[in-house]
């Protein structure tokens, strides 16, 4: 095999390594280095990142009112969707895609698909095997994560325990009985053929399909200049009261990360191959 081939195919290996990596549940991988660009108000990705951009709204006498509020990230080639609570609680999360505006019904037509099955237990066990989501006690009250094709949510009453795995188990999504670790569903949540329209929907002023139900008239509702209720998602967390409303963000990750990543690799093959030719010549 000549270097060059090698080089190739050591870059290809490298390319599958890493989507397979960056499809494991779990995994939050801070995406912010690779945020560029404006949303349609003209906000910088990178701003909105931090939370800041689309706040805790509540009473103003909350210690957590206009604290950062929670983001949602969605990778624009790949479509894995990653969830970053910041710090907050989280109680409820639901993430809508839907061309209505009314709220959605188990059969309204979406992007999102489990590969591993409805109910309770096809998530995540008890014991913690990775799938998409902490399992759902059936004991505990609330409803399991929702597997509509135009919704992934979650929806439960504290306390939280039950539902989520609590600690180092690497199917956590808890430290303290809710919602408060980031977290990375598999790429393969979202149907490979909808990934495309799940990117132009963060090209130009046009319709944005994330959007929340009922909550137009929360402060964050159109910060971001898709228009209202559309570009988000919504969230409660304890200690605030009231529906919450959180950024849905696009990340392009560089072709470039790709490539250094796979550097490393190729170099050492590189010189195991140079040492090979080198005791071939000596011997």
Do not use: C
């Not at 609680?89 to 809508?96: A, E, Q, R």
């Not at 977290?183 to 944005?208: C, K, M, Q, R, Y």
């Amino acid at each position: 095999m000549s270097i060059r081939n090698f080089v190739r195919g050591i870059a290809a290996a490298s390319v599958v390594a890493l989507v397979a990596a960056t499809a494991s549940a779990g995994n939050f991988v801070d995406p912010t280095p690779f945020l560029s660009g404006n949303a349609p108000s003209g906000i910088a990705w990178s701003a909105v990142s931090t939370g800041t951009a689309l706040p805790v709204r509540t009473s103003a006498t909350n210690p957590l009112n206009g604290s950062p509020g929670a983001v949602v990230y969605v990778n624009t080639q790949s479509g894995e969707i990653q969830f970053d609570p910041k710090g907050l609680s989280v109680s409820t999360f639901i993430l809508t895609y839907t061309t209505g505006t009314a709220n959605i019904q188990a059969a309204t037509p979406g992007p999102f698909q489990y590969l591993t099955g409805t109910g309770d237990f096809s998530y995540s066990d008890v014991a913690g095997t990775a799938r998409t989501f902490p399992a759902k006690n059936p004991s505990s009250s609330g409803l399991p994560p929702t597997t509509y094709a135009s919704r992934v949510g979650l929806t439960v009453s504290p306390p939280l325990s039950a539902t989520l795995n609590i600690g180092s188990n690497p199917n956590s999504a808890s430290t303290n009985g809710f919602w408060n670790v980031g977290w990375a569903f598999p790429s393969d949540l979202v149907v490979s053929g909808s990934v495309a329209s799940l990117a132009a929907n963060f090209v130009g002023t046009g319709n944005n399909y994330f959007r929340t139900i009922g909550l137009n008239a929360n402060l964050n509702a159109n910060i971001l200049g898709f228009g209202a209720g559309q570009g988000v998602f919504q969230y409660t967390a304890n200690g605030i009261v009231g529906n919450q409303v959180g950024a849905v963000i696009p990340v392009v990750p560089e072709p470039a990360t790709i490539v250094v990543a796979g550097m490393g690799v190729a170099a050492a093959g590189i010189m195991r191959l140079r040492r090979r030719k080198l005791n071939r010549e000596n011997a």
